[in-house]
């Protein structure tokens, strides 16, 4: 049985990280997403936990899905579900630096394989970072993010804009 493992920090998940989700499915008999935390971003909107749930909430439509959340190296997360890959989404050329970087690391670590699918021309301009800000000054995201993460945004900032 293959397992995708598709981490990320998902502050908060959006449409472009579902659509990386729905198509890894089609590919691998099981996903694993994980929400962990990103050392280099260390101004977290939601919690670990509230991030589970919204992803939860999100994929509730697809099974063969687990969703974790857990502040440990993705490669500890990748051995203890015997991920059969690392699953990356690719935005664009910019992501790729960064995120090869990564792949190369995480392999070196463990032998881990990383594997990319790149996004839909429509989700390559979502980033979680813009969503936030958007929302913050009580602008529209409904457009980029499944119903209950809109829902959540809404509640983390109403009445702050
Ligand atoms: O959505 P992001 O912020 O691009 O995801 C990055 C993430 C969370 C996958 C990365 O920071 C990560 O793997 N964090 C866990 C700690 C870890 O394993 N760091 C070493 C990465 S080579």
């Known amino acids: 049985m293959t397992i995708a493992l598709i981490p990320g920090s998902f502050d908060p998940f959006h449409n472009g990280h579902l659509e990386v989700v729905e ?3 089609n590919v691998f008999d099981e996903i694993v997403v994980a929400a962990l935390r990103n050392p280099q971003k260390s101004d977290a909107c939601f919690t670990l936990e509230e991030r589970r749930e919204m992803i939860q909430e999100s994929l ?3 099974e063969r899905v687990r969703i974790v959340s857990v502040s440990t190296l993705l490669v500890n997360v990748a051995a203890d ?3 059969t890959a ?3 989404g690719l935005r664009a050329v910019s992501d790729f630096e960064s995120e090869l970087q990564m792949a190369q690391m995480n ?3 463990s032998g881990v394989e990383t ?3 790149p996004t839909s021309s429509t989700h390559s301009f979502i980033a979680s970072r813009l969503l936030r800000e958007v929302a913050r000054y009580g602008g529209d995201v409904s457009h980029f993010v ?3 993460v809109e829902k959540r945004l809404r509640e983390k900032f109403a009445g702050m804009a």
Do not use: D, E, M, Q
Request: aromatic content about 4%; charged content about 15%; glycine content about 4%.
């Open 23 to 25: 198509r890894a499915a």
């Open 60 to 62: 509730a439509h697809l």
């Open 81 to 83: 579900v015997g991920a």
């Open 86 to 88: 690392i699953v990356k």
């Open 107 to 109: 392999r070196s670590l």
């Open 115 to 117: 594997v990319f699918i």
């Open 146 to 148: 499944p119903a209950p």
